[in-house]
Nanobody, 119 residues
């Protein structure tokens, strides 16, 4: 069973930065695809960024040029560096772990961390 624990959320002023971390335990982390999603109040959960086991990244248009996803396989951790934050980035941010095996596709979610951008 994979457990994901996010951290690094909080209150930040517009234009500020935050770095989110997601620590995975019980995981074959090095072969998993990791992603960051967010869900704003009253909206559907949406992909922010993802990174494959090989390091290939994918970003939502809203994140391109401002956010950077990275991973440290030695620490079983995926990061999301967020710069130039604005009010539209306010949401609960979730970490997602996807493992593709011969027996199926296994997905796990963290509990989420709140990011609030406000002056």
């Amino acid at each position: 069973q994979v457990q994901l624990v996010e951290s690094g959320g909080g209150l930040v002023q517009p234009g500020g930065s935050l770095r989110l971390s997601c620590l995975a335990s019980g995981s074959i982390f090095s072969i998993a695809t990791m992603g960051w999603y967010r869900q704003a109040s009253g909206k559907q959960r949406e992909l922010v960024a993802a990174i494959t086991s090989g390091g290939r990244t994918n970003y939502a248009d809203s994140a391109k040029g401002r956010f950077t996803i990275s991973r440290d396989n030695a620490k079983n951790t995926v990061y999301l560096q967020m710069n130039s934050l604005n009010a539209e980035d306010t949401a609960v941010y979730y970490c997602k772990h996807v493992l593709v095996r011969a027996s199926g596709i296994y997905e796990y979610w963290g509990q989420g961390t709140q990011v609030t951008v406000s002056s």
